[in-house]
């Protein structure tokens, strides 16, 4: 048997200038917008992690569950020997129970942080000692392309994108995120994981919860936007806001400020009056027929779903 060791390409670096030049063109417009990536530093992940363990919190769980009952059928649809391109691994936790029942012959795992991931994948290679394993530090929420080079002819490119995390995109950026997929998955396909629409109160609890770990985390994006741009946000002086817009079909997270106050850095500075929002976060829901179109529309083929018995969250698994 042949012992591999992970590859790691890191093309991600952050410029901090355009950086802080984002922040601050977003906390001048009206109303002001921050964007959902500034959650991420090290505590926003961990308090991440924590939400999908609340008992409102239903996504993590209920997609688990689809796994646990459906595994095996995804597997006999998408077939063996593929290489299984994870966007977003994280800690590989999701890729790592499939990979039994997939076996694939190449594992891709794309994650914006690179450190993390390098950890995951050297702890996942000592478990898949003989899986040919590479990591790619790259931030692919602009665009999903993967660099020249990673996937040869010879490779059959299964994209994986659990967590519902399209949802955080417009369906503008979410049908181009789509479209760019399909490109690259010829001879593939993509397994995804999609929030569905369901009573608001379930939705509103998900994204407000009884111990303000939600909260906590929208809170936290404001000590990262200080970081990242100079800003002087004081958390305090700001309140978690989570509703479902049914129009839109999304839950929107916001920031309130409780007062009258004022935001500065090094360029300017931007008033709030008292009951003024910060727009963080949008979480879209969809219907499996609406996913299915959108699919349908990115030029993907042959769309199957399982969902979750309540309905309440769905897999799709769609040809390239
Ligand atoms: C990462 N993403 C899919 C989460 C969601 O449900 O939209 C982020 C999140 N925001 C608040 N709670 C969880």
């Known amino acids: 048997m042949t012992r591999h060791t992970p590859h790691f390409i890191q093309t991600h670096r952050s410029d901090s200038h355009d950086e802080r030049e984002d922040v601050v063109a977003g906390l001048s417009r009206m109303p002001a917008q921050a964007s959902p990536k500034h959650f991420y530093d090290r505590l926003g992940s961990h308090l991440f992690d924590a939400i999908t363990e609340l008992p409102e919190y239903y996504p993590t769980r209920t997609e688990a569950a689809i796994f646990t009952a459906h595994g095996q059928a995804m597997a006999d649809e998408i077939g ?133 770990v939600t909260a906590a985390f929208n809170l936290n994006l404001l000590r990262n936007l200080n970081r990242a741009a100079g800003t002087d946000f004081d958390p305090r002086q700001w309140r978690h806001l989570a509703f479902f817009n049914q129009r839109e079909s999304r839950i929107e997270m916001h920031l309130e400020a409780r007062e009258a106050l004022s935001v500065s850095w090094s360029t300017g500075s931007r008033r709030f009056e008292r009951g003024e929002k910060l727009h963080t976060e949008n979480s879209y829901k969809y219907t499996v027929p609406s996913f299915t179109h959108a699919l349908e529309r990115a030029g993907f083929r042959s769309v199957k779903h399982w969902a979750s018995a309540d309905g309440w969250f769905a897999l799709f698994w769609a040809r390239a």
């Open 80 to 212: 063996h020997g593929s290489t299984f391109i994870d966007l977003g691994a994280g800690n590989c936790a999701k890729a790592a129970r499939l990979l039994p029942l997939l076996m694939p012959s190449r594992y891709v795992a794309v994650d914006i942080s690179a450190d993390y991931l390098r950890d995951a994948l050297r702890k996942l290679q000592g478990e898949h000692p003989a899986l040919d394993i590479l990591g790619l530090g790259l931030d692919f929420s602009r665009s999903p392309a993967l660099p020249e080079g990673v996937l040869s002819a010879a490779d059959r490119p299964v994209f994986f994108y659990p967590g519902s995390s399209i949802g955080n995109f417009t369906p503008a950026e979410a049908s181009s995120f789509l479209h760019g997929i399909r490109a690259q998955a010829s001879g593939g396909g993509l397994l995804i994981g999609v929030d569905l629409v369901k009573p608001r109160e379930v939705l509103e609890a998900a994204y407000d919860d009884a111990l303000g």
